[in-house]
């Protein structure tokens, strides 16, 4: 049935001292004439849309301003009527929000996307001037998402996903709670029916029950308080809504009964924040509370003016539920948000203090939609500024965007490397570099909100463990870590075997003849607990059993003493380095180091070797090679190890791997030495990574620089390079 003006009129004078009634009816009027013969999707005469608008304005108890326009709201889009004649009328009041309400002209040479986001920039930029704007049109909203069922799937599908993408988030802004829920509801509903389906079913399912339980929970707490001379306004209890369960359960992958606040209960007191913190000692008292989840939103309220305390307990019966204390007045803000705040306009109030809680209420509008406004200053193209739109409505997450306009959602501090694992874990592994906005940047930058990535790949190309210090994904962290252990193991199995074959041709056994006889490594694997030969391998390869020892088991004791090429030589250095030389080593007589940092092969911290310095490696348990410069001091006391010691050598450096080094430099005490020396080093072309200057107590300056160089050739012009600098005194490499 058709609400009747007069209801409306009604609800108006019940919550407003004194309106102007007559407004309201010559809105009626005016709108009823204009959208004679005019019918809805359902069939009903147009007018019941204003109708119903107007009277979910008189609800959120606004003035009869806002009342009016929204009798008026689609009669300049939707009719012949101009805004001049709107403003013939009724004045400038209400034809500034009609216009803010109506949608701009349709411009055929325009898309779709951007015609949406004109639209919407146009009503941001409305109710920056006027909150009221803002409100209507949420009315406006609510009511077509609520009679949505008479237009076409794809079209409910469009449309709530623009409800959940812009209006929810403006509700929620706004602090108006009870709206954005509805509207969650409906987009959910009408995006993924059957899910909405599914799980209605389920949670209607377990309905009885965990009505029955409110039932006793409020029953318990109702008694608790008068127990205790606590005063409670009410008390309510609820099933947690559907859109955020689904969201809460596809997000944590949990099952239902996994779900905390599933149902919740609800205690309104008097308006003094003491009945809050009271209610709440009974709560814990009659409850365990879980500690983590307690929240005081009452001493520190949310941006959008929500005041609460938010705790979770254990029911007794296991079942944990959450309960939300606040006074009434805090309740109507959760539910109304700034609609509650609304007051008249001033020419109506006698009262000054009126004029001070509308500046109030203008401030927090001003300060929850300033990042609106500052976006829509900012971007001069409408399809960035909807997409910037929507990441202002989450400031949590960051979203990102493909070249082809795919959003990508990401948490915080997710980099390029997090974004490629987004997409697909192929492109994660195979990503080499990125562009952010067209610049080629790092992988560890952290993505911005609304910056448009490319990610760059190259076929056959690996992930590499130092990427695990800065993605922040799981998705993205798990892919890596699973991809090393793979790795990892096939490279030990791989260096085992080198390492095994080199001391078979040591002892002078054909390597063949070991490395084929898979029944006899087998039995030798068994012995150290392992199952296969493979496995022995890849512990040999991870330095955990030594090779020496394997070939004791393979030849017997005697057999071993005997061809023991430690007891038919004087030093083991002679015959240990050189026939690792001759044995191993791809067409080369040493272990090659493939790249920096493998795998398998880490650079020693205590050295860091530059490529092109003399290097030697060294076996460690669980890290694969450990490679040194032949000057590190630590060396000579591996050497004593010498079953670990073998020889290495670079591979050539064909990826342009850099590495950076730490220099020191000691200079006179005068200005401009920074600058000097960055600039000297500039000037041959090398990347600086960190450069900092302090003055020493006997007054030299010292200037640490770490620098990225290619080899050590390249090193040493920087160094020369900086020598050459007017006021240098010494330059040393740090960690040599
Ligand atoms: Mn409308």
């Known amino acids: 049935m058709m609400i009747r003006i007069e209801d409306i009129i009604e609800k108006v004078e019940g919550n407003r001292p004194d309106p102007d009634t007559e407004l309201i009816r010559r809105a009626y009027l005016f709108s009823a004439l204009h959208h004679r013969g005019q019918k809805r999707a359902s069939g009903e005469p147009y007018l019941v849309h204003p109708l119903e608008v107007a009277n979910i304005l008189a609800d959120m108890r606004l003035d009869e301003v806002s009342v009016s326009t929204g009798l008026l709201h689609d009669v300049v889009e939707d009719t012949l009527v101009d805004l ?34 004109e639209n919407v920039r146009k009503m941001v930029l409305a109710m920056i001037t006027d909150v009221r704007v803002v409100l209507i049109k949420l009315a406006d909203r609510l009511h077509n998402m609520r009679t949505m069922q008479f237009l076409k799937p794809e079209k409910r599908a469009r449309i709530a996903q623009e409800t959940l993408d812009i209006y929810a988030p403006i509700a ?11 509207l969650e509801d409906l987009s959910f509903q009408n995006i993924y029916p059957e899910e909405y389906k599914k799980l209605s079913k389920e949670v209607d399912a377990r309905r009885p029950e965990l009505e029955a339980i409110l039932e006793r929970i409020k029953s318990m707490i109702s008694s608790k308080l008068a127990e205790n001379d606590v005063p409670v306004v009410a008390i309510e209890g609820r099933v947690k809504r559907l859109y955020s369960l689904w969201k809460k359960l596809k997000k944590q992958k949990i099952a239902i009964e996994q779900v905390y606040d599933l149902i919740a209960t609800r ?14 000692s009974v709560v814990h008292d009659i409850w365990t509370p879980v500690p983590e989840r307690f ?22 019966g296991g079942q944990p539920f959450e309960v939300q204390i606040r006074t009434e007045e805090m309740h109507q803000i959760a539910e109304e948000g700034v609609a509650a705040h609304w007051k008249y306009k001033e020419k109506k109030l006698g009262a000054s203090d009126e004029d001070e809680t509308l500046d109030e209420l203008r401030k927090t509008v001003e300060k929850l939609l300033l990042p609106l406004v500052e976006t829509t200053e900012v971007n001069e193209d409408s399809e960035d500024f909807i ?17 082809m306009g795919k959003v990508i959602q990401l948490p915080k501090g997710a980099t390029p490397l997090d974004f490629a694992y987004a997409i697909h874990s192929e492109v994660g592994d195979t990503c080499t570099g990125a562009k952010i906005n067209g610049r080629i940047v790092q ?13 760059l790949t190259t076929p056959n190309s690996k992930p590499s463990r130092d990427w695990l210090n800065f993605v922040v994904t799981s998705k993205a962290r798990n892919r890596i870590r699973h991809w090393i252990s793979e790795q990892q193991r096939s490279d030990s199995i791989e260096l085992g075997r080198k390492l095994l074959e080199k001391e078979a041709e040591r002892f002078r056994v054909s390597s063949k003849k070991l490395l084929n006889n898979e029944v006899e490594l087998k039995k030798i694997a068994n012995d150290y607990g392992l199952s296969r030969a493979e496995d022995l391998l890849a512990s040999i390869g991870y330095g955990k059993t030594l090779p020496r020892n394997v070939l004791s088991k393979f030849l017997g004791a005697e057999k071993f003493a005997e061809l023991d090429p430690d007891k038919r030589n004087q030093t083991r250095l002679e015959t240990g380095i050189k026939a690792v030389r001759k044995f191993i080593g791809l067409g080369e007589d040493a272990i090659i180091v493939k790249g920096v940092d493998n795998l398998l092969t880490t650079r020693a911290r205590c050295c860091n070797p530059l490529r ?22 630590n060396v000579r006391q591996l050497m004593i190890n010498k079953d670990r010691i073998v020889e290495v050598d670079w591979a050539k450096n064909d990826k342009d791997e850099i590495q950076s080094v730490a220099i020191m430099v000691t200079t006179e005490n005068r200005t401009g030495m920074l600058a000097g020396i960055t600039n000297a080093i500039a000037e041959i072309k090398t990347g600086i990574r960190d450069a900092r200057a302090n003055v020493s107590r006997d007054d030299t300056g010292i200037i640490e620089v770490t620098v990225e160089v290619y080899d050590k050739k390249h090193l040493d012009r920087v160094i020369s390079s900086i020598e050459k600098v007017p006021g240098v005194i010494a330059v040393e490499r740090q960690n040599a």
């Open 172 to 182: 929620h802004r706004l602090g108006m709670g009870k709206m954005r829920s509805e």
């Open 443 to 455: 992988l560890r930058t952290e993505i911005q909100n609304g910056d448009v990535i490319e990610i």
């Open 295 to 316: 929240k005081d939103w009452i001493a520190i309220p949310r941006d959008n003016l929500y005041q609460s305390l938010h705790t979770s307990v254990i029911g007794d």
């Open 612 to 633: 092109g310095e003399d290097i030697v490696g060294y076996i460690s348990l669980g890290k694969g090679i450990v490679v040194h410069s032949k000057k590190c001091k």
């Open 387 to 403: 997409e910037s739109l929507k990441l202002d409505l989450y400031p949590k997450d960051v979203y990102a965007f493909t070249p």
């Open 84 to 117: 001049d004649t709107i403003r013939s009328y009724f004045g400038d009041e209400i034809t500034l929000l009609v216009d803010g309400l109506t949608k701009i002209a349709h411009i055929s040479n325009l898309s779709k996307e951007k015609q949406q986001a």
């Open 267 to 280: 205690i309104i007191t008097p308006n003094d924040r003491k009945y809050c913190y009271l209610t709440l």
